[in-house]
Structures are given as C-alpha cells and as structure tokens.
C-alpha cells in the first residue's frame, strides 16, 4: 500500500557525512508505518541498519552504526531520512528502506527483514578510504 523510493547515496571520503531520503507515498497512511533501513555489501547478505516507530516512536540502531547515524521521519512530507556520520568504508553498501505497519516488539523485531511488506530500490554509498 506504500511506494518507496530512495536518493542521497554517493561517493565520500571516509569520515565524511550523507543524508539518505526514502520518500514513500500515502500521505495519509505513512505516519502509521512502522519504517527502517537495511543494507547490502557485495557478497554479504543485506542487514539491519535502523528503524523508527510509527509517528515517530522509538528508534533502533545496529551495533555498528549507532552513535554515528540517526535516523528519522518527516511524516508530512512522507520522508524517511538516515543522517550518517563519520562513515566508514565499512559502511559501503546498497542502502534500502522498508515499511510495514504494526511490527509489534523491539530491536529483535525490527530488525528482521522478513517483518516488513514494501521495499525501495535501493541506493548506493561508497565510503573510500
């Protein structure tokens, strides 16, 4: 019920900074989604980044982004965007965005992509060294 498309990936240096956007249709049902982020490095299976609650709920982070990306929604403006700091060529990967409704419980949850029903495009970030 729910389009996703997402923009901002890019080639960067190591310690540098993006904002991702996922832009997702529906505007009158977005804010009820339950919205995250995964990713996917050549020759790795796609893994769990972030998610943010409906409205604008809890937030949850994997260990290896958190304290250095944030993610959040514009719910009027049907956005979901992930601020990454200090990257790391580690972070290089194809980044996706996901929504479901009503994915009950916590990171462990989440986290699973299998919880969720609609899926962008991807986008694509490369962190040099």
């Known amino acids: 019920q729910v389009q996703l498309v997402e923009s901002g990936g890019g080639l960067v240096q190591a310690g540098e900074s993006l904002r991702l956007s996922c832009a997702a249709s529906?505007?009158?049902?977005?804010?009820?989604?339950?919205v995250g982020w995964f990713r996917q490095a050549p020759g790795k299976e796609r893994e769990f980044v972030a998610a943010i609650r409906q409205l604008g709920g809890n937030r949850y982070y994997s260990d290896s982004v958190k304290g250095r990306f944030t993610i959040s929604r514009d719910n009027n403006e049907n956005t979901l965007y992930l601020q990454m700091t200090t990257l790391k060529p580690e972070d290089t990967a194809v980044y996706y965005c996901a929504a479901r409704q009503r994915i009950i419980g916590g990171i462990a949850t989440v986290s699973v992509e299998s919880k969720y029903d609609y899926w962008g495009q991807g986008t694509q970030v490369t962190v040099s060294s």
């Open positions: 529906g505007r009158s049902t977005f804010s009820s989604y339950t």
